[in-house]
Each structure stands twice: as structure tokens, then as C-alpha cells.
């Protein structure tokens, strides 16, 4: 799984809207949900609580989470957004 | 204005629960319930997540039965969320899922008794006092909690037959129906009037609640698919009497029934007719669940439960009903 600091830096600021949205998406519908670590669980729930999910502390959360349980979802996903990672 | 609750059966990871009350309480709810089943994920420690990662929802088991969590043990619970949470802990109880207690050999022995002396018990040691009950179904010599309560804690009461409504309304601060058409509801608000006129109390000082069976979706098909599991369920569940109501015909349920037994889903599909739709469920485009919404409201209901399976995908249902459904009611 390549670097989680270096995939951030590819994704413009400008998409992390959808982004968000759409690794939100494949984790709520992932099957893997009990690869999910603890304490990526807590960050993101006390993210959203706090608005922040669309920030980079929230994408990286997210991205991490999304990359442990749905790896090829979530390139397919950066791919689709026309991120290049 | 119809308040709007929504309800998780907690079958996913808690955190996806979790996840979607949070959602679900930015989106303009009002209440988070979740259900109580023994095989399912523990109902306080949801709840208590819920509480740590909302603000300003309410929320509950809901609902939990005495004859499973002693009502003693479910007051010092619903209370210690209410400590952790001020003003937002309610409580739903009800004399719980016959399927389900029966797996544990739990017998629903004179279940209005059950629920009355349930309540006072409730109401009585989380206001701090010392309960004594020698009752039909509990027996408590002397229970006190430790611990203050600020506020009165709201109980919500599961009924379904006339007697059982009638207590509800008599005794609860609302009374859960775990309905979605306009028939059962007309048929109900008869006893939950006669409930509230012997308490001394008025319509208005109660909730009536519909625990709707919801699916939303902009794409009715979806919404009905998504539907026709928990549609299925409640047809096999339901008494001939409410059946026969809806002209839903004996046979017809025992057709789903067997096919539910022998786990024959594409079967339960096939016979999932449209009237049975109708008949359970509030299911469609958002102008479909607000024609349905708008009917119920009119007949008295003044909180609505979106229940499973909300919608085809919980995420995108959540955001639909808050963007198309919600602002209908609350602007009127």
C-alpha cells in the first residue's frame, strides 16, 4: 500500500469534497468493516461530529481507512476523480 | 409540525451505526433509536457511543423488554445516558419480539401488568426515589440508584392491540406503533383516546409515533426492493385481524412465511405484492413517503420513525429525506 502522506499530496484541494463523499461511501458499504482499526474508527466519527472530514485531517483519516478495507475501490475511486497516485 | 426519528436494528460494525446517527442528527432528526435483540450489537454500548459523538439528538433503546433486562437494570442504563447526556436519553419499551424471546424460552406472562409495573418502577427510582413493588410480574423490596437524574426521563411504549395502546397512552409519554398506513393508525388513535381520557391527560400531551417500515429513493424500484425483505417479515409476522384489514388474504402470508422458513428469497420476492406495500411500509420517491407522511400526520401521528431499511443505501436515503422530505413538513 503506497504512503499515506504521499498519496495526500496528489489530491488537489479542490476535489476533497467528493473525495470525502466517496471513500465515506465505500466504507459504509464495505464488507471488511472489521478491518477497520480502532482508533481510525474514533478519529473519523469525532471528525464528522466536528465537521471536519472534508478537511485534510479528514481526508487522510479517510484515505487510510478506505485503503485498509477497499484498497481497489479506492484507487478505482482517485482514478474516477482523475487523481493520479 | 411532525417530529422525525430514524432507527438502526444494529446488525452492522458500530461504528457504521455510529457513523449514521451522527449523520442522521446533522441531517435534522430529532431522535436516534436503536433496537434491543440479544443477538444483535449491545444497545447501550451504541448508545453510548451516540451519545459521546452527537449533541443535540435524542436518543433511546428502541425498544427493550422488561422480560428480558429487569426494568430496575434498564433505568440505572437509560439513566446513566441521560447523566452523560442531558435531556436527550429516552426510553422505548415494549414486551419485546416473540421470535426472539422465544429462543431464550421467555414467556410474555401478563404483559399489560408486565409494562405498567415496568413504568413505575422507571419513572419512580430514576427520580430518585426508593422503589417497593409488590407487583403481578416484578417483585423489588427496596432499589435506589446512587445517582441524580436532572430531568424526567420520556418513556415511549411499543403497543400494538387495543388494551396495550390504551395503557400506553395512559401511562407513557408517547405511544409506538409499529405501523405505516393510515387504517392501522385510524383504528389505534380509538384506544390511545380512551388512554389519555383516563389519565386526565389531552391528545396533544403525548406522542403519537409511527415506527414506519421506510424506504426512500428517487428510483421507486429501488426503494421497493430494499423494502421487500422487512416487508416480507411483517406480513409473516402479522395476526390474521391486520391481514384482513389491509384485504391481504391468510394464504398469501403463509405463502411468504414458508418461503422465509426454507430461506427461498427469490420466492419471498415473487409474492411481495404491491397492496402489501401499501399496507406495511412507506416506500417510494420522497413524494410518495410525503403523501404518506402527510396522511399519517393528519390522522394524529406527531413522530415519525424511519425504520429499516430507510432506503437502498442508508447514506443516500439519510441525505434525501433531510434535502426533499424533511423541509416539506417543516416549512408547513
Given at each position: 500500500?503506497?504512503?499515506?502522506?504521499?498519496?495526500?499530496?496528489?489530491?488537489?484541494?479542490?476535489?476533497?469534497?467528493?473525495?470525502?463523499?466517496?471513500?465515506?461511501?465505500?466504507?459504509?458499504?464495505?464488507?471488511?468493516?472489521?478491518?477497520?482499526?480502532?482508533?481510525?474508527?474514533?478519529?473519523?466519527?469525532?471528525?464528522?461530529?466536528?465537521?471536519?472530514?472534508?478537511?485534510?485531517?479528514?481526508?487522510?483519516?479517510?484515505?487510510?481507512?478506505?485503503?485498509?478495507?477497499?484498497?481497489?475501490?479506492?484507487?478505482?475511486?482517485?482514478?474516477?476523480?482523475?487523481?493520479?497516485? | 409540525?411532525?417530529k422525525?426519528a430514524?432507527?438502526?436494528?444494529?446488525?452492522?460494525?458500530?461504528?457504521?451505526?455510529?457513523?449514521?446517527?451522527?449523520?442522521?442528527?446533522?441531517?435534522?432528526?430529532d431522535y436516534?433509536w436503536?433496537?434491543?435483540?440479544?443477538?444483535?450489537?449491545?444497545?447501550?454500548?451504541?448508545?453510548?457511543?451516540?451519545?459521546?459523538?452527537?449533541?443535540?439528538?435524542k436518543f433511546g433503546p428502541g425498544?427493550?423488554?422488561?422480560?428480558?433486562?429487569?426494568?430496575?437494570?434498564?433505568?440505572?442504563?437509560v439513566?446513566?445516558l441521560g447523566?452523560?447526556?442531558?435531556g436527550r436519553a429516552v426510553c422505548g419499551l415494549?414486551?419485546?419480539?416473540?421470535?426472539?424471546?422465544?429462543?431464550?424460552?421467555?414467556?410474555?406472562?401478563?404483559?399489560?401488568?408486565?409494562?405498567?409495573?415496568?413504568v413505575?418502577?422507571f419513572r419512580?427510582?430514576t427520580?430518585?426515589?426508593?422503589?417497593?413493588?409488590?407487583?403481578?410480574?416484578?417483585?423489588?423490596?427496596?432499589?435506589?440508584?446512587?445517582?441524580?437524574i436532572?430531568d424526567p426521563i420520556p418513556i415511549f411504549i411499543?403497543?400494538?392491540?387495543?388494551?396495550?395502546?390504551?395503557?400506553a397512552?395512559?401511562i407513557g409519554d408517547g405511544v409506538l406503533?409499529?405501523?405505516?398506513?393510515?387504517?392501522?393508525?385510524?383504528?389505534?388513535?380509538?384506544?390511545?383516546?380512551?388512554?389519555?381520557?383516563?389519565?386526565?391527560?389531552?391528545?396533544?400531551d403525548i406522542d403519537?409515533v409511527?415506527?414506519?417500515?421506510?424506504?426512500?429513493?428517487?428510483?421507486?424500484?429501488?426503494?421497493?426492493?430494499?423494502?421487500?425483505?422487512?416487508?416480507?417479515?411483517?406480513?409473516?409476522?402479522?395476526?390474521?385481524?391486520?391481514?384482513?384489514?389491509?384485504?391481504?388474504?391468510?394464504?398469501?402470508?403463509?405463502?411468504?412465511?414458508?418461503?422465509?422458513?426454507?430461506?427461498?428469497?427469490?420466492?419471498?420476492?415473487?409474492?411481495?405484492?404491491?397492496?402489501?406495500?401499501?399496507?406495511?411500509?412507506?416506500?417510494?420517491?420522497?413524494?410518495?413517503?410525503?403523501?404518506?407522511?402527510?396522511?399519517?400526520?393528519?390522522?394524529?401521528?406527531t413522530l415519525?420513525?424511519?425504520?429499516?431499511?430507510?432506503?437502498?443505501?442508508?447514506?443516500?436515503?439519510?441525505?434525501?429525506?433531510?434535502?426533499?422530505?424533511?423541509?416539506?413538513?417543516?416549512?408547513?
Open positions: 500500500m503506497e504512503d499515506i502522506n504521499n498519496m495526500m499530496k496528489k489530491i488537489p484541494q479542490d476535489s476533497y469534497e467528493q473525495v470525502s463523499e466517496g471513500m465515506v461511501k465505500i466504507l459504509l458499504g464495505s464488507k471488511n468493516a472489521d478491518k477497520m482499526p480502532e482508533r481510525l474508527a474514533k478519529i473519523i466519527l469525532y471528525l464528522l461530529q466536528n465537521n471536519q472530514l472534508t478537511l485534510p485531517v479528514g481526508i487522510k483519516a479517510l484515505l487510510e481507512a478506505s485503503m485498509r478495507l477497499e484498497e481497489e475501490k479506492t484507487t478505482n475511486l482517485l482514478q474516477e476523480l482523475e487523481i493520479k497516485i | 409540525m411532525p422525525f430514524i432507527e438502526f436494528v444494529p446488525t452492522d460494525a458500530y461504528w457504521k451505526v455510529v457513523y449514521h446517527a451522527i449523520h442522521a442528527e446533522k441531517a435534522g432528526y436516534v436503536i433496537t434491543d435483540h440479544f443477538n444483535n450489537r449491545n444497545v447501550y454500548v451504541l448508545l453510548t457511543n451516540i451519545a459521546i459523538y452527537t449533541d443535540r439528538v425498544v427493550t423488554s422488561p422480560y428480558l433486562i429487569h426494568p430496575i437494570m434498564t433505568a440505572q442504563s439513566a446513566s447523566e452523560m447526556a442531558p415494549g414486551t419485546g419480539d416473540k421470535t426472539t424471546l422465544d429462543l431464550l424460552n421467555i414467556e410474555r406472562v401478563k404483559p399489560l401488568s408486565a409494562v405498567r409495573e415496568t413505575q418502577l419512580e427510582i427520580l430518585g426515589k426508593t422503589v417497593k413493588l409488590e407487583g403481578n410480574v416484578f417483585n423489588v423490596t427496596g432499589a435506589r440508584l446512587n445517582f441524580k436532572a411499543g403497543a400494538q392491540g387495543p388494551k396495550m395502546l390504551s395503557l397512552a395512559e406503533i409499529n405501523a405505516s398506513n393510515s387504517k392501522d393508525f385510524e383504528n389505534a388513535m380509538v384506544h390511545i383516546k380512551k388512554g389519555v381520557e383516563k389519565a386526565g391527560k389531552k391528545i396533544e403519537v409511527a415506527a414506519t417500515a421506510f424506504s426512500a429513493s428517487n428510483d421507486p424500484k429501488k426503494a421497493l426492493k430494499a423494502a421487500t425483505p422487512v416487508v416480507a417479515f411483517i406480513v409473516a409476522g402479522s395476526p390474521g385481524s391486520v391481514l384482513q384489514r389491509h384485504n391481504i388474504s391468510i394464504e398469501s402470508a403463509d405463502k411468504i412465511r414458508d418461503a422465509i422458513g426454507k430461506g427461498n428469497w427469490g420466492e419471498v420476492f415473487a409474492n411481495v405484492t404491491p397492496e402489501m406495500f401499501e399496507a406495511f411500509s412507506i416506500c417510494g420517491t420522497p413524494d410518495t413517503c410525503i403523501e404518506k407522511i402527510d396522511q399519517l400526520s393528519k390522522i394524529g401521528v415519525f420513525i424511519t425504520g429499516s431499511p430507510i432506503g437502498p443505501k442508508v447514506h443516500d436515503s439519510i441525505n434525501l429525506i433531510s434535502k426533499e422530505i424533511m423541509p416539506h413538513f417543516k416549512k408547513s
